[in-house]
């Protein structure tokens, strides 16, 4: 989240329900298989932090794993713990940011899915969080994440999608503002608006920030921060390389 600022009011109202009409519990882009698959074995506690609706946590659950996760969107964490009590499931979620994650060797493994590690545009603070992390792993424990292309820096298509909803219409049009090559960062604008028999009910502005990064970049950076036995899956395929057509790159960084 574009730090602190854009973690804490992103995802109010709209944006929440528009993230539920679209990514709801048991939705799978290939990345709740792939992560399944990379965490059989794992015993321990499964952290995700910027966890949402619950949409990938929610089924570590179900299967039986221990899992934690935070979110800073009061708005996004109820609907992960209203779909928790649906499934009948342990699925803990408390506030908090990237920047609140203290713990020390409490993790058999920390997950970040769908990009929301590129939500931090400032290349520092994401080397501090990979830092705290890191701390936060038992050791041989392991992160996952996901990072999108970094062509996807210089998609500046705008694009409008629509939700239907009980009492009317959710549309969401994104416009991007500006691009940052040197910086690796696109800022978009997102209209959210709620319409009721053909008229405006409400509406909800919110910029949306990312910053882009090449894999091997990252590579980098995990080893810097103590990381060790880096793999990468592409576009949710384990063990699939990643070349210059993959859109998503998954990435296992090991204490």
């Known amino acids: 989240m574009q730090t602190t600022n854009q973690a804490a009011s992103a995802y109010r109202n709209l944006a929440a329900a528009v993230y539920e009409l679209d990514k709801p519990v048991g939705r799978s882009f290939g990345d709740v298989e792939l992560y399944s698959e990379l965490l059989k074995d794992v015993s321990g506690v499964i952290f995700e932090p ?3 609706n619950g949409r990938v946590l929610i089924p570590f659950a179900s299967k039986g794993h221990s899992v934690q996760g935070t979110e800073p969107s009061a708005d996004m964490r109820r ?10 499931v342990h699925a803990p979620i408390t506030a908090g940011l990237f920047s609140d994650i203290t713990a020390v060797e409490a993790y058999d493994a920390v997950i970040i899915p ?21 701390r936060a792993l038992v050791p041989g424990g392991r992160l996952i994440f996901d990072l999108d292309s970094l062509s996807g820096l210089f998609d500046t298509s705008p694009s409008a ?9 959710i549309t969401l049009s994104e416009l991007v503002e500006s691009v940052d090559p040197a910086g690796q960062v696109r800022t978009s604008q997102l209209r959210y608006e709620r319409w009721v028999d053909g008229a405006l009910a409400e509406a909800q502005l919110e910029h949306f920030v990312l910053r882009f990064w090449g894999h091997h970049e990252m590579s980098t950076l995990l080893e810097l921060c103590g990381f060790t036995d880096m793999r990468t899956h592409g576009d949710y395929q384990q063990d699939a390389a990643v070349t210059a057509e993959t859109a998503v790159t998954t990435i296992v960084a090991t204490k």
């Open 114 to 134: 769908a990009g929301s590690l590129q939500l931090v545009t400032s290349a520092q603070e994401v080397r501090a969080i990979l830092e705290r992390i890191h």
């Open 50 to 52: 910027a966890a949402g």
């Open 161 to 169: 999608r629509s939700w239907a909803t009980d009492d009317g219409l």
């Open 79 to 88: 609907l992960c713990e209203q779909s928790a009590d649906a499934a009948a």
